[in-house]
């Protein structure tokens, strides 16, 4: 993956997220991209957690948009 589609692939996420009301389970995130890559998905996840744009709620099991 280039980083054109990464970051195209960020805004796909920020964008399902943004829809869900800001919060979404992380296993609805999953299922909404499940014909996307595990690993594809996972590394945006994790890039996306690393510029601070999506936290992680253990306690709820939930991605949180940061805004």
Do not use: W
């Amino acid at each position: 993956m280039d980083e054109f589609q990464r970051e195209d692939m960020i805004k796909s996420v920020s964008g399902t997220v943004e829809k869900n009301f800001c919060a979404i389970k992380r296993e609805d995130l999953y299922k909404k991209y499940k014909n996307t890559d595990p690993e594809t998905l996972k590394s945006v996840i994790e890039t996306m957690k690393s510029r601070n744009l999506l936290r992680y709620d253990p306690k709820t099991d939930k991605y949180r948009l940061v805004l």
